[in-house]
């Protein structure tokens, strides 16, 4: 701390003590001095210079001495010296430094029990972290922050109703996995809602069942489809039969709409309490390109403005919804993946259900609920964007600063489509063998492991005439073989190298 | 008529009941009360009123003119005691009807190349003061100077050394025996500490904490910490001195301990760290008080004060033990045990405190002065010793101050 630091230096004239003070004493003598000052003062220059040679302060060994070999009290020092010559004694034999445990000094020479002078500096035995103590530390930290998330928090959080379509395929485990570990962490309190296409299957409530959530885990008859348009419009329907059972349960929250292979960020979840009855976050679209055309750069090149791959709310300057950001799928027109395997980009529709947040009592069929919402019971057929829940979309609140703060991620991954994966991934029976043990690395090398005698007599042959060369540049024999030794065992350690390769 | 009892009693009864419900409804803070009472919040004008001295400007006026650095370092608050009082409703021209006689004299403005105050000739300055005080009005004389106060935030108050055991040797100074002393200094049985003494808090610079504030919902993450000295290694060499080898135990103890985070760097996020930490330690120096008390209250650190028989600022209206936490020095190696064996509806009802914003007001000298700040806090104070006893006043002739006692040096004219 600069201050306390400022003091130090500043008592760091203590060490000119004896200069500053000795104007002042030897104005205080007047005219005279007595000899047992001039004494004394002689006595503490020498002290101080022999302080300076050995290190520490050598004038309280003397004192000490003087002390205790005769009843003398110095006049310059207070009877709190005696207290600290006592200290001293059983201090002195140890390192300066004075990690030696000593008792309090009880004797004092005024009523307080504190006196001024020298100490000892108590260590306790084993000076190290003790694992109680420290996870003791740790859980009020926790509470702490508990505190903390309440007070200055989001005020009366709702409870999030998450609303996920899925169906099992190889990449359901990444994704879902994902969504998961996503929603344990949320702080507030969370209901699932599950929609798996084709039936509830063993995997996915296998995997889910490990989170310690609240999930309604609901099937839907059809299967998914293999293209991607199909797909689309069978996950809007699960997502309305999720909205349904929101309905049906009357189930009191924020409804969000997570897809599997989505990443939410925390900040999310807690922007999603500020929307009042239906909000709009802006997604980030990372469309993956495997294969981007030249043309593709070259148009993008020529574009002044290069197009955000965000689609979300769109404010004016008074902060107020003037419109929407979509994702600009033109450069990609033709070359999009059509079917769900294929190696083509994957594109959003032209905006994503995961941007909305809707309040659980928009759905419900009581209760006061604007009459801008239609009834979900009326919509049957393709609804083409979340839009077409409301009457009027200008009613949506733009979240996250306006749309400025990009809260999740949208991507589409799949495996090809003759991709099988063991279910619930558990290996049973056990794999074929593919590479035998014995022959590890793999069975392209030769045969001959780089054992100790085998090499030598193996190799030994190719480098004889190095060896040779090494007899005529060096004499001795040890050298020789040792040189041996390391040249074989760097031509083995080649190998190994080029087998790793 | 009993049924007509028993319901004004049970309306009475509800009505009290829900009025304690929404006081407390607020459960960020809490309500601070001493052993004075509730009384951070007093207003002192109307309850006392102070003469301010017209001293020649070489004792106040001249000084800070010569050296401005005055004005930020620790010991600014006599200064801006000075300037509070002139422009305050509680100044009176008129000295019959004052209570407090206040004699502004800036005897730490004596400063070092470095920016260290050099105490040496304070005492001859205020000798020289209290002369020209109590030849020019009679009030010094009424009283021996007992319903005078001084302003004295010096390390070992009216001692003016920095030293603690030159400082006890010379005593406080002879004629300021009967004033009262506003002073940093604060241990118990200690002769430097007058009974009746206000104990107040060090300057430190208001805008430059306001500034560094961090959101409050930044989670505090750091269990206990400390940034400072541990051993003065110019001072005193082989330790023992400095803290009275508190200090240095502390970092014997706990340097390898992940909870405590204590160094001796100084870093420029010191304001911001503070703010996420749970804990601050404010041991002792070479003098019980820092200005770290200040700055943890400030930050909402609780403090972790380790300082035998220390006496906090405004010790009667704010209760010390309810908000920091008091270590025994001899029990420092067991500091881990002591802090994580707090219960934490301790820990969380002492950051309540900590967060009433009287109580951050109280530890702070603003300018210009708001209602409830540090000034306030001495003025009522101040306050609260009144009515002065009769016995105070001396009869005609009457001295008890030995106006010769003290070193010989302290004597020479200024």
């Known amino acids: 701390m600069k201050l306390s630091a400022l003091q130090q230096s500043y008592l760091g004239r203590r060490s000119n003590s004896f200069r500053s003070s000795g104007p002042l004493d030897s104005s205080s003598d007047g005219a005279f001095k007595s000899p047992a000052a001039v004494f004394w003062l002689v006595l503490h220059g020498l002290s101080c210079l022999i302080s300076l040679l050995l290190g520490f302060r050598f004038s309280r060994l003397v004192f000490l001495l003087l002390s205790t070999s005769s009843t003398y009290t110095s006049p310059f020092h207070s009877p709190t010296e005696l207290a600290k010559t006592l200290d001293i004694r059983s201090v002195i034999p140890a390192d300066p430094v004075g990690n030696v445990p000593l008792p309090f000094p009880n004797k004092t020479a005024t009523n307080s029990r504190v006196v001024v002078g020298r100490h000892g500096i108590r260590i306790r035995p084993w000076p190290h972290p003790n694992p109680v103590e420290v996870m003791k530390a740790h859980r009020i930290i926790e509470r702490v922050q508990t505190e903390q998330r309440l007070q200055f928090g989001v005020k009366d959080p709702r409870k999030i109703i998450v609303v996920t379509p899925t169906y099992v395929r190889t990449f359901q485990s990444l994704h879902l996995t994902g969504v998961m570990h996503s929603l344990m962490l949320v702080p507030y309190d969370l209901v699932w809602i599950v929609v798996e296409a084709g039936g509830v299957s063993n995997e996915t409530a296998s995997l889910i069942a490990k989170s310690g959530l609240r999930i309604i885990h609901v099937g839907f008859s059809q299967r998914m489809p293999n293209s991607w348009d199909e797909r689309h419009k069978l996950e809007t329907k699960m997502r309305l039969r999720g909205l349904r059972i929101v309905r049906e349960k009357i189930l009191d929250g ?24 239906f909000g709009a976050v802006s997604v980030g679209i990372l469309a993956n390109s495997a294969n981007i055309d030249e043309t593709v750069v070259e148009k993008r090149g020529e574009e002044e403005n290069p197009r955000m791959p965000v689609q979300g709310p769109a404010c004016n300057v008074s902060n107020m919804l003037a419109g929407w950001h979509t994702f600009n799928t033109l450069p990609f027109a033709g070359k999009s993946a059509v079917y769900i395997d294929d190696r083509a980009t994957v594109l959003p529709r032209k905006l994503e259900w995961s941007g909305f947040v809707l309040n659980s009592r928009l759905l419900w069929k009581d209760g006061d609920k604007p009459e801008w919402m239609k009834d979900i019971d009326t919509l049957d057929g393709d609804i083409e964007s979340p839009l077409d829940l409301v009457k009027d979309p200008s009613v949506v609140e733009p979240l996250g600063s306006c749309g400025r703060r990009v809260l999740l991620w949208w991507l589409r991954v799949e495996a090809r489509a003759d991709s099988k994966f063991p279910p619930r991934w558990i290996i049973d029976p056990p794999l074929e063998v593919t590479v035998p043990s014995k022959r590890t690395p793999w069975p392209d090398t030769p045969p001959e492991l780089p054992s100790h005698k085998k090499p030598v007599i193996g190799i030994q042959e190719p480098i004889i005439k190095h060896t040779t060369k090494t007899r005529t540049s060096r004499s001795k024999r040890r050298s020789k073989r040792k040189h041996d030794e390391t040249r074989t065992d760097r031509r083995t350690t080649g190998f190994d190298k080029t087998l790793q390769n | 008529m009993r049924k007509c009892l028993w319901l004004w009693g ?22 601070i009360s001493g052993s004075a009472g509730d009384v951070l919040e007093d207003d002192p004008v109307g309850r006392l ?30 200064i801006f005691m000075h300037r509070f009082l002139l422009s305050s409703p509680v100044q ?3 000295p019959e009807g004052a209570d407090w006689f206040y004699t502004p004299i800036y005897a730490t403005c004596d400063l070092t190349p470095t920016g260290l105050p050099l105490p040496f000739k304070s005492p001859r300055m205020v000798r020289s003061a209290i002369q020209l005080i109590s ?65 107040i808090p060090p300057y430190a610079p208001p805008q430059k904490m306001r500034a560094r504030q961090i ?35 502390v970092w014997e103890n706990f340097k390898s301990n992940p909870l405590f985070d204590i160094s001796t760097e100084h870093p420029t996020t010191y304001y911001e760290d503070m703010q996420r930490a ?43 033990e309810e908000i920091g936490v008091f270590v025994a020095e001899e029990d420092v190696p067991k500091l881990d045990k002591i802090l994580t064996s707090i219960p934490s509806h301790v820990i969380l009802r002492k950051q309540r405190l900590l967060a009433n914003p009287s109580m951050k007001r109280a530890m702070l000298f603003p300018q210009p002065t708001l209602p409830g700040d540090a000034f306030h806090q001495i003025l009522n104070g101040l306050a609260r010793k009144l009515p002065h006893p009769k016995s105070v006043y001396l009869k005609p002739g009457e001295k008890i101050l030995n106006w010769t006692a003290g070193p010989i040096t302290d004597l020479k004219p200024w």
């Open chain 1, 254 to 277: 924020i409804v969000i709409f997570a897809d599997d292979s989505n990443m939410h960020s925390m900040e999310l979840f807690d922007e999603i309490q500020n929307a009042k009855w």
């Open chain 2, 10 to 31: 049970l309306l009475f009864f509800a009505l009290g009941f829900a009025w304690s419900i929404t006081a407390e409804r607020n459960p960020c803070t809490e309500r």
């Open chain 2, 49 to 78: 009123k102070v003469y301010v001295y017209e001293l020649p400007s070489k004792y106040n006026k001249k000084i800070l003119q010569k050296d401005p650095r005055c004005l930020s370092h620790m010991f600014a608050a006599e």
């Open chain 2, 92 to 94: 009176t021209l008129n």
């Open chain 2, 135 to 199: 030849s020019s009005w009679p009030y010094w004389n009424r009283t021996e100077g007992a319903d005078h106060f001084f302003v004295v935030p010096h390390d070992f108050g009216a001692y003016f050394h920095y030293q603690e055991e030159k400082a006890i040797e010379r005593g406080i100074l002879p004629i300021l025996r009967r004033a009262t002393l506003v002073q940093t200094f604060g241990q118990r049985n200690h002769v430097c500490l007058n009974e009746g003494s206000i104990t």
């Open chain 2, 215 to 249: 959101p409050p919902d930044t989670p505090r993450s750091i269990f206990v910490y400390f940034r400072g000295l541990f051993c003065d290694v110019n001072n005193d060499p082989e330790g023992g001195y400095y803290a009275r080898g508190a200090r240095a135990a």
């Open chain 2, 278 to 320: 749970i804990f601050c330690l404010c041991p002792l120096g070479w003098a019980p008080w820092s200005p770290r008390l200040v700055e943890a209250i400030v930050f909402g650190c609780i403090p972790v004060i380790i300082a035998d028989d220390t006496v906090l600022p405004f010790a009667d209206a704010i209760p010390w």
